[in-house]
């Protein structure tokens, strides 16, 4: 059974979508994925992935993700900053467009 979640971010600029999926063994993962409310588009799209998220908050025009790869747990701190369109992994910087490639 999937459980979904979603929250509204940046004023309203944008959301984040948690969806919670099963993985191997019913060990529950939650994927999540980040949408530009204005266009539909997603920024980042991690549900029905490895990555699970464990926590979020916002501090100004920053989001900081807290989340895990499945299945070894190794914690990754993920900051954007949506005017910019950076993301930091674990403090290094990237275009926000390559997430796909450094979240595999």
Request: net charge positive; charged share 25%.
């Amino acid at each position: 059974m999937t459980k979904k979640k979603e929250h509204s971010i940046q004023n309203g600029k944008y959301k984040i979508i948690i969806e919670q999926h099963e993985m191997r063994m019913s060990h529950l993962v939650n994927g999540f994925a980040i949408v530009n409310t204005a266009t539909k588009s997603h920024v980042i799209n991690l549900l029905n992935s490895i990555w699970d998220l464990v926590s979020f908050e916002e501090e100004g025009e920053k989001i900081i993700l807290q989340c895990r790869k499945y299945p070894y747990g190794i914690p990754y701190t993920l900051k954007i900053i949506f005017s910019k369109r950076i993301l930091y992994v674990n403090g290094v910087k990237h275009k926000i467009e390559y997430h796909k490639e450094l979240l595999k």
